[in-house]
């Protein structure tokens, strides 16, 4: 017998959630680009967001006696998951250190179109002529983000730290892509929360690591200031926040409807750098990120409706 379906929130409550767990995230990345301008490490800022993580939901886990039983076969793709989000957070975050924050965050947030190609190269179904034609609107709003034009004129200065940066935001979008594909293809039949549990587990883990192995120089490194430490804190609370409201309301949410409201995440990025880091991308990128924003809407919206039509 089928168990009944959760009682879903009315959409206006669900949507207001997800607008304020998007700002939340984009907070997050304010917060570390703070942090790391008075001299925080990137994994320091990893290692504290994944253990505050890991302890809320440790605790939420054992008080809802859950077993951390895999299926057969099932615990390798959880430790690739797992370092997976462990490069993906390890490459934005230094992406978020070196460009503007709205500029790296929407660089990132490209994953649907390599997600939708990585499942294609792997044996899933070709892109539809609608799905191709928002990859290339995408695509043309990057150009506009990344300003080509003006930097591919002869008396621009590109810079290292800015290729790096657009660089590990491209990695971090390829990267969280393989994971998404991971997930719903190879650990679909685990738990929710005892997968985010352990892939929480293993980035935590896999920090402490590279931080005590020296493999990251000045990944540990502390703020230099009040300042820092502050938002390291303000880091942890939003993610956590974020991430463990997400995880307890998810079944209520629809997001088959509405999880493209979360893109809302590099706008709100776009508003807090201006007001808090003083960092304003010019009139064309503004314009290139509403395209890639909307592209990655639609393109959302008509992947998620498809997998609502077939559950």
Not at 31 to 43: C, I, N, S
Not at 91 to 118: E, G, T
Not at 269 to 291: C, E, K, N
Request: hydrophobic content about 55%; some cysteine; proline content about 5%.
């Amino acid at each position: 017998m089928t168990p009944p379906a959760p009682n879903l929130f009315p959409r206006h409550i669900a949507v207001l959630i997800l607008l304020c767990m998007g700002c939340a995230f984009a907070g997050n990345h304010i917060a570390a680009r703070v942090a790391f301008d008075d001299g925080a490490g990137v994994l320091l800022a990893i290692l504290l967001r994944s253990g505050g993580t890991l302890l809320v939901l440790g605790a939420l886990v054992l008080w809802q006696r859950q077993s951390l039983r895999l299926p057969s076969g099932a615990w390798r793709w959880q430790l690739l998951l797992g370092l997976l989000i462990t490069a993906q957070s390890l490459c934005l975050y230094s992406a978020v250190a070196r460009v503007p924050v709205a500029l790296a965050l929407l660089v990132a947030n490209v994953f649907p179109i390599l997600l939708a190609l990585l499942t294609w190269a792997l044996g899933g179904p070709r892109p539809t002529a609608r799905t191709a034609l928002l990859m290339g609107l995408i695509l043309v709003g990057l150009v506009f983000v990344l300003d080509v034009p003006a930097r591919l004129s002869a008396d621009a200065d590109i810079g290292p730290q800015w290729l790096l940066g657009v660089t590990l935001a491209f990695c971090a979008a390829f990267v969280f892509a393989c994971a998404l594909w991971i997930t719903d293809h190879k650990l679909s039949q685990v738990r929710g929360s005892v997968r985010s549990l352990l892939t929480i587990f293993i980035v935590f883990s896999s920090v402490n690591l590279a931080g005590w192995s020296g493999a990251l120089a000045d990944g540990l490194n502390p703020p230099a200031s009040l300042t820092g430490w502050l938002a390291l804190a303000t880091l942890v609370v939003l993610y956590g926040t974020g991430f463990i409201v997400l995880f307890m309301s998810v079944p209520r949410l629809d997001m088959p409807r509405n999880a493209p409201v979360m893109n809302i995440e590099p706008l709100a990025t776009l508003l807090m750098g201006w007001l808090v880091l003083d960092q304003m991308l010019s009139a064309g990128q503004v314009t290139g990120g509403v395209i890639v924003v909307t592209g990655i809407v639609l393109l959302t919206y008509r992947t998620s409706a498809q997998r609502s039509a077939k559950a």
